[in-house]
Nanobody, 128 residues
Framework: EVQLVESGGGLVQAGGSLRLSCVASGFTDDDYGIGWFRRAPGKEREGLACISPRHNRTTYADSVKGRFTISSDNAKNTVYLQMNKLKPEDTAVYYC?????????????????????WGQGTQVTISS
């Protein structure tokens, strides 16, 4: 069973930065994708970015392109989401998710149905 643990959320002022981490475990195949999603109060879940660590392929939603960067440390089975120039509308619970379909790393928009395992989420709050 794949398990994911997010960390790095918190409260920052608009214009600031945060780096989220997602540590993955419980998988044996190194051909997979990990994506970041968020859900703001009263809004639909939104796919933000995805990476295939083996192939180093990435994809981003237009809403975060140029501000957020996804990366991976394969030795640590960890995927990061570096978030810069944060805005109050970025306030949400952020989740990472694992997919055995590497096509997710070139998918726009990201479809949650392609991801089989999810973390518990980490709260990000941006003050104006």
């Amino acid at each position: 069973e794949v398990q994911l643990v997010e960390s790095g959320g918190g409260l920052v002022q608009a214009g600031g930065s945060l780096r989220l981490s997602c540590v993955a475990s419980g998988f044996t195949d190194d051909d997979y994708g990990i994506g970041w999603f968020r859900r703001a109060p009263g809004k639909e879940r939104e796919g933000l970015a995805c990476i295939s660590p083996r192939h180093n392929r990435t994809t981003y939603a237009d809403s975060v392109k140029g501000r957020f960067t996804i990366s991976s440390d394969n030795a640590k089975n960890t995927v990061y989401l570096q978030m810069n120039k944060l805005k109050p509308e970025d306030t949400a619970v952020y989740y990472c998710a694992w997919s055995r379909h590497t096509i997710v790393a070139v998918m726009t928009p990201l479809l949650p149905s392609f991801f089989g395992s999810w973390g518990q989420g980490t709260q990000v709050t941006i003050s104006s």
